[in-house]
């Protein structure tokens, strides 16, 4: 199993330290407070009301915090390793993330907890969903800094998650700015393919079939895979058919089998490429199988190979956005 698809499958189970983009937050702003001219509010988050800085000068970020506050260029002095994100991020991103500290790593028990005291932290910014904080020692961060869950639930809540993250470290302005540059180009592009897209019904081939189980992995609206090729007007269809909270909501494993029941009814169907431009594992058995050959959308050649599918802020998002435009443009031309 690849790194990439340990992340997603224990994302799945809710129970890896970074797991599924999401909104797990509450809809509450932070709320300031004059407290005596201090300089500290009070934040609402997924672990409570908590007092922060206004301005944070030394900031710790895990999970899904850690793309959305390099990006917005937050004071960072440690985080914990983000290797599915490395191939969305910009030369300059990547460089910071490479510089700085790494005091936890990919899952909760990788938390070290005296590198990120060493690094004193003025608040601690968690990217994880309710269920997981129950792995890591709250109490134990509480006592070095000020900690802040914002956490994930479905994968299309990237956006309001990576808001309140951005706005946690002070940096709610530069966060602004990179969602107006995406939601412009997002717009232009619905623009483009609007007519093309109207018609259509899609299905989505996610990247986390287990070729050793014989299944396939389907996504649906507001998954990984969906949710940003949505911002431009392309129709999932179709819905799980037992939800299982949280990601388990949106996306489903079925047998390779039921791939003309999953997909016989789409108009065209997209698919989930590696960073590298090549189908993974999961995605390849079913390219290759004749039941995949025989379905409605692929004799008609509507099926569009779509990268950088994982994308969790605005900035990495506009990489996705360039895929999509990349793989649509044969729609113009029929």
Same mark, same amino acid.
């Given at each position: 199993?690849?790194? &990439?698809?340990?992340? &997603?499958?224990?994302?799945?189970?809710?129970?890896?330290?970074?797991?599924?983009?999401?909104?797990?937050?509450?809809?509450?702003?932070?709320? #300031?407070?004059?407290?005596?001219?201090?300089?500290?509010?009070?934040?609402?988050?997924?672990?409570?009301?908590?007092?922060?800085?206004?301005?944070?000068?030394?900031?710790?970020?895990?999970?899904?915090?850690?793309?959305?506050?390099?990006?917005?260029?937050?004071?960072?002095?440690?985080?914990?390793?983000?290797? &599915?994100?490395?191939?969305?991020?910009?030369?300059?991103?990547? #460089?910071?993330?490479?510089?700085?500290?790494?005091?936890?790593?990919?899952?909760?028990?990788?938390?070290?907890?005296?590198?990120?005291? #060493?690094?004193?932290?003025?608040?601690?910014?968690?990217?994880?969903?309710?269920?997981?904080?129950?792995?890591?020692?709250?109490? &134990?961060?509480?006592?070095?800094?000020?900690?802040?869950?914002?956490?994930?639930?479905?994968?299309?809540?990237?956006?309001?998650?990576?808001?309140?993250?951005?706005?946690?470290?002070?940096?709610?302005?530069?966060?602004?700015?990179?969602?107006?540059?995406?939601?412009?180009?997002?717009?232009?592009?619905?623009?483009?393919?609007?007519?093309?897209?109207?018609?259509?019904?899609?299905?989505?081939?996610?990247?986390?079939?287990?070729?050793?189980?014989?299944?396939?992995?389907?996504?649906?609206?507001?998954?990984?895979?969906?949710?940003?090729?949505?911002?431009?007007?392309?129709?999932?269809?179709?819905?799980?058919?037992?939800?299982?909270?949280?990601?388990?909501?949106?996306?489903?494993?079925?047998?390779?089998?039921?791939?003309?029941?999953?997909?016989?009814?789409?108009?065209?169907?997209?698919?989930?490429?590696?960073?590298?431009?090549?189908?993974?594992?999961?995605?390849?058995?079913?390219?290759?199988?004749?039941?995949?050959?025989?379905?409605?959308?692929?004799?008609?050649?509507?099926?569009?190979?779509?990268?950088?599918?994982?994308?969790?802020?605005?900035?990495?998002? !506009?990489?996705? !956005?360039?895929?999509?435009?990349?793989?649509?443009?044969?729609? !113009?031309?029929?």
């Amino acid at each position: 199993m690849s790194v &990439r698809q340990h992340w &997603r499958l224990t994302v799945a189970a809710t129970v890896a330290l970074v797991a599924v983009t999401g909104c797990g937050s509450s809809d509450a702003d932070t709320t #300031a407070t004059s407290d005596g001219g201090s300089g500290t509010r009070v934040f609402s988050a997924d672990n409570g009301d908590i007092t922060i800085p206004v301005d944070p000068k030394r900031v710790v970020a895990t999970g899904y915090a850690v793309p959305a506050l390099i990006e917005a260029d937050a004071a960072l002095v440690g985080i914990s390793t983000w290797k &599915r994100g490395l191939p969305m991020m910009t030369e300059q991103d990547r #460089a910071t993330y490479d510089r700085l500290a790494k005091v936890a790593g990919e899952m909760a028990a990788e938390t070290n907890y005296e590198a990120i005291a #060493a690094a004193k932290p003025d608040v601690i910014v968690i990217g994880v969903p309710k269920p997981v904080l129950a792995d890591i020692d709250m109490k &134990r961060l509480e006592s070095i800094a000020p900690v802040v869950a914002i956490g994930p639930g479905l994968p299309d809540g990237w956006r309001e998650v990576s808001r309140k993250q951005a706005d946690a470290a002070g940096r709610a302005a530069h966060f602004q700015t990179t969602k107006e540059a995406y939601e412009k180009k997002a717009g232009e592009l619905k623009e483009k393919y609007g007519s093309a897209l109207t018609s259509l019904k899609f299905g989505h081939l996610g990247a986390y079939g287990e070729v050793a189980k014989g299944n396939f992995h389907r996504e649906f609206a507001k998954s990984w895979g969906t949710n940003i090729s949505q911002d431009i007007g392309v129709n999932y269809y179709g819905a799980v058919k037992e939800k299982a909270g949280g990601a388990l909501d949106v996306t489903e494993y079925p047998a390779l089998e039921e791939l003309p029941e999953s997909f016989g009814e789409a108009d065209a169907i997209t698919y989930t490429l590696e960073a590298d431009g090549t189908p993974g594992e999961g995605v390849k058995q079913v390219l290759d199988s004749a039941l995949w050959k025989s379905l409605p959308a692929v004799k008609a050649g509507r099926v569009f190979p779509l990268a950088y599918t994982e994308a969790a802020t605005y900035e990495s998002a !506009l990489r996705t !956005l360039e895929a999509i435009d990349t793989a649509f443009a044969p729609l !113009l031309t029929r």
